[in-house]
């Protein structure tokens, strides 16, 4: 018998009315996540990057998740506008919702990237802010080539990985709802498959190859919701998909790369601080949605996490969408918006509530507490 459905808290920080999605096991957002569900994979072999295999010491090509087909030949912050465009597509086609180029709708709207952390150098960075590169050769030409109607000043890049999308949800309902906004589109995107980051991946001992099988593998996605204020959406008459119901944040001090062991502190204080907000008592018995990715440091976070937590998460029904399509970095907690909705909509979820849980190697932490629209 499923567990009671809890009655969702009455403060709503905003409500999802849409969802997009681009993996390596589908193209949008149902499919993909309909792959994921039923733990469909397609890891192939990437021929841009070699890896020992330690029974015969020869080079072979290193297993991933690429979208085969679809960034073939995109590099740099070609690739992530060519990842972007396509979930961001899909959301500015969801019925209903006013053409792009309508000016006085989506001039109230803000648009929020998601990206990896700047600490990790990837790409050489512009601006007083390090992200001038990322606004003029990456989310300026996606608003332009999907002739969105957004003024320059309602852009902006959030650069904390996969904790990211927790910190743009905290700046929507907070920050931006205050400064007049009505809505915004959270865009989270990431590939872990250049060059660059697997030489670092590899030097680091990161990747799942054959003397390490408790590495990651590698992959790409993006994902994209859009939040909005409650009263607006329905005043519009869009049926909400899902109610975000708790946001929090926090910073792990013990962090990968600090050289430490992580203790779990700062993503058991994420939660339990979320889990507070909700109606008592304070029980979770609902979907967890996290980005474990198979490295022995992320275990053992998770599970001293767990210890801290304890019977605050009750029998939660944990989901590893990363069995599915990898590592997908700072476009993890997105998609794990869009499976928690997705999950919401069929009627899938057990309890009709959903935690999305997000950690970085740099010691941010992230996460997100949905409530279905229908609980």
Not at 37 to 52: E, K
Not at 77 to 105: H, I, N, Q, Y
Not at 130 to 158: F, I
Not at 330 to 346: E, K, Q
Request: aromatic fraction near 4%.
């Amino acid at each position: 018998m499923s567990a009671p459905r809890e009655p969702h808290p009455r403060a709503v920080l905003g409500v999802i009315t849409a969802i997009g999605a681009v993996t390596s096991v589908g193209r949008d957002a149902a499919s993909a996540c309909a792959a994921i569900r039923a733990g469909i994979s397609r890891p192939r072999r990437v021929s841009h990057f070699q890896v020992l295999e330690p029974e015969t010491q020869d080079t072979v090509p290193l297993t991933a998740h690429p979208l085969q087909g679809y960034t073939d030949g995109f590099v740099g912050m070609g690739r992530w506008l060519r990842l972007a465009r396509g979930c961001l597509r899909e959301v500015l086609e969801t019925p209903g919702l006013p053409r792009p180029s309508d000016a006085k709708f989506w001039g109230r709207t803000a648009l929020l990237m998601v990206i990896p952390s700047i600490h990790d150098e990837v790409f050489e960075l512009e601006g007083e802010d390090g992200l001038d590169g990322v606004r003029e050769h990456c989310l300026r030409p996606l608003r332009d080539a999907l002739g969105l109607s957004l003024p320059d000043a309602n852009v902006w890049v959030v650069d904390q990985g996969p904790a990211g999308v927790a910190a743009a949800v905290q700046q929507a309902s907070g920050e931006l709802w205050r400064a007049g906004f009505k809505r915004v589109l959270v865009l989270a995107v990431d590939s872990l498959l250049e060059p660059e980051t697997l030489q670092v991946l590899d030097e680091e001992g990161r990747l799942k190859v054959g003397d390490n099988p408790v590495g990651l593998m590698p992959g790409e996605a993006s994902a994209c919701f859009l939040l909005e204020q409650e009263g607006e959406a329905r005043q519009r008459g869009a049926a909400p998909l899902a109610l975000v119901t708790g946001v929090a944040t926090a910073q792990e001090r013990l962090h990968l790369y600090a050289g430490h062991v992580s203790q779990g502190e700062g993503l058991a204080a994420c939660i339990l601080d979320v889990l507070a907000r909700g109606p008592s008592p304070a029980l979770f018995e609902g979907d967890v949605y996290s980005d474990l990715n198979g490295e022995e440091w992320r275990a053992r976070e998770w599970g001293t996490a767990l210890v801290r937590v304890g019977e605050a998460l009750h029998a939660p029904n944990v989901h590893l969408p990363c069995v599915s399509v990898g590592d997908v970095g700072a476009a993890s907690g997105a998609l794990g918006v869009c499976l928690a909705v997705h999950g919401f909509v069929r009627g899938l979820s057990r309890t009709g509530q959903a935690l999305v849980v997000s950690s970085s190697p740099w010691g941010t932490m992230g996460c997100l507490r949905l409530h279905s629209a229908g609980a």
